[in-house]
């Protein structure tokens, strides 16, 4: 078996920056368990599956420990293969995943994803967040597979040095620490322990959480953001109703073959 294998850096307009994902072409669906091996091997945050469906593709997600349902930037780097190496003639790229059929769109080096909104809502503080952080937040917001703290200023969450095991205890999804930003509408900082990622680079998912809550807290619909991770990445969010445009560069770093008996 051969498998063609692409690895692009996501929200990123280099080499080196942003959230590397890995992209498998396929031809038809091996086991389940042959693609989380795949993925833990790669011992990416995300290694995105990818095979043709009608006009669309069925497009699937892995982390090293488990297939997940929605994932930002291993779409944004899906999408770049497919217009870069597969259909170069094309400016739309429609994926059919676990979240439904979510469409990219090409505009120069610009791709601009539109994903679901998932506005989070207030909540109490989970018993023991403050500690797992290290530091309390000013408020707590939750959404389906995502728990956002807010924080005062950007400082603040570039600061936080989280404890990774008792994050893991509390939450087995994203947990999101924000504040306004000061060269951009937000900030933020994501770990998902949980799910085998200590701190995800960028975090494309969170912004479908992040970006409505920044969008009703300013009153504007149009935002930029940046992940503040150590390789950092910078995304524009627009607030649509229910979707939430997500946009971003990528930056190819390799490509090869996987090959299997």
Same mark, same amino acid.
Not at 156 to 184: H, K, Q, Y
């Given at each position: 078996?051969? !498998?063609?294998?692409? $690895?692009?850096?996501? =929200? ?13 072409? *396929? ?25 043709? %469906? ?23 780097? #899906? ?9 170069? %003639?094309?400016?739309?790229? +429609? =994926?059919?995943?676990? #979240? ?11 791709? #601009? ?7 989070? %809502? ?7 967040? /403050? ?6 937040? +000013? ?16 400082? @603040? ?18 947990? &999101?620490?924000? &504040? ?7 900030? @933020? ?15 494309? @998912? ?8 920044? /969008? ?5 619909? /149009?935002?930029?953001?940046? $992940?503040? @991770? ?9 607030? $649509? ?5 997500? #946009? ?5 770093? *390799?490509?090869?073959? !996987? %090959?299997?008996?």
């Amino acid at each position: 078996m051969r !498998i063609p294998l692409y $690895q692009v850096d996501a =929200f990123a307009d280099r080499a080196f920056a942003g959230n590397p994902a890995a992209v498998c072409l *396929l031809e038809e669906w091996p086991a389940d368990s042959l693609l989380q091996a795949i993925a833990l091997e790669n011992n990416l945050s995300e290694t995105a599956f990818l095979a043709p %469906e009608g006009l669309a593709w069925r497009l699937r997600w892995f982390t090293p420990k488990v297939e997940v349902d929605l994932c930002g930037h291993a779409t944004l780097a #899906s999408a770049h293969v497919v217009f870069e190496h597969v259909r170069p %003639e094309t400016q739309k790229v +429609e =994926f059919e995943t676990r #979240s439904g059929r979510l469409t990219v769109y090409r505009n120069g080096p610009v791709l #601009s994803m539109e994903f679901p909104a998932n506005p989070p %809502e207030a909540a109490a503080e989970p018993e023991g967040l /403050a500690d797992a952080l290290g530091a309390a937040p +000013e408020a707590v917001l939750e959404a389906p597979f995502i728990c956002v703290a807010v924080f005062p200023d950007e400082p @603040s969450v570039r600061a936080l040095d989280p404890d990774f095991r008792r994050l893991a205890a509390l939450n087995g999804g994203i947990t &999101a620490a924000t &504040a306004p930003g000061g060269e951009v509408d937000f900030v @933020s900082r994501c770990f998902a322990p949980g799910a085998g990622i200590d701190e995800d680079p960028v975090t494309g @998912s969170a912004h479908c959480a992040l970006a409505p809550y920044w /969008a009703d807290r300013l009153g504007k619909t /149009a935002l930029t953001a940046r $992940q503040v @991770s150590e390789r950092g990445g910078r995304l524009a969010c627009t607030v $649509q109703g229910d979707r939430v445009v997500i #946009s971003g560069r990528a930056a190819p770093y *390799l490509s090869g073959t !996987i %090959e299997l008996p």
